[in-house]
């Protein structure tokens, strides 16, 4: 079924005002480890905003496909898992394992509704290849790569993996660089020192996004 964009950005619009104020909550929640912890005005409509940004690029990438949900759901588990990590210097299971599990299985749905089978493919190898470099490096240097960072990555590699390899490079390199960039900034600034844990999770997902955002629309198959 055909539908226009207008018609995609107001339906994400929607849901994210809906759905925002929620993953607020639940981020504020796994933050402080207390059910009963509320986030501030403030960080909800932050939060809020985001989430209506990365659904909306989310509808224009895909369209409404099944694979749009692996997108959708991404966006916001990246939200949440990237205010928690500010927050906590953690990126909770909670949080990635289930996104990891939806990803996988919109993408397996796409694949036998619209014979996407090869981007499926790529997405399962590009996934278990960032994940496993993205080990490799963690074993090596623990305090530059966190376990949660690799798992993250490994969901981040299946996303861009099924739209196309040369997406999957350029958002773990915006990745890399963008966390860099923050790292040299914040020692400049002398707000963090050299031995100071940074969270990576934000910068890798904001590497994945500008990808994906220069991608323009997915590769389908």
């Not at 005005?41 to 099944?66: E, K, N, Q, S």
């Not at 623990?142 to 196309?164: I, S």
């Amino acid at each position: 079924m055909e539908v226009t964009r207008p018609v995609l950005l107001g339906a994400a619009l929607v849901c994210a005002v809906a759905v925002g104020p929620w993953l607020a909550v639940v981020a504020a929640r796994l933050a402080a480890r207390d059910d009963a912890a509320r986030p501030t005005a403030a960080r909800t409509v932050v939060v809020t905003a985001v989430f209506a940004a990365l659904l909306a690029g989310a509808a224009l990438l895909t369209g409404l496909r099944p694979a749009g949900a692996a997108f959708a759901w991404a966006a916001g588990a990246a939200v949440v898992l990237g205010a928690v990590d500010l927050a906590t210097h953690r990126l909770p299971d909670r949080v990635t394992y289930p996104a990891a599990v939806v990803v996988a299985t919109a993408l397996l749905v796409d694949a036998a509704v619209h014979d996407t089978w090869p981007a499926l493919l790529r997405a399962v190898l590009a996934g278990a290849a960032a994940f496993g470099v993205a080990a490799l490096a963690a074993a090596i240097s623990p305090a530059g790569l966190g376990f949660g960072d690799v798992k993250l990555l490994g969901v981040l590699g299946l996303l861009l993996g099924w739209v196309g390899w040369g997406v999957l490079l350029a958002g773990v390199l915006l990745g890399l660089l963008t966390g860099a960039l923050v790292s040299v900034g914040l020692l400049v600034t002398r707000r963090v020192g050299w031995r100071s844990a940074i969270p990576f999770g934000p910068p890798l997902i904001a590497g994945a996004v500008f990808a994906l955002a220069l991608t323009g629309s997915a590769a389908l198959g």
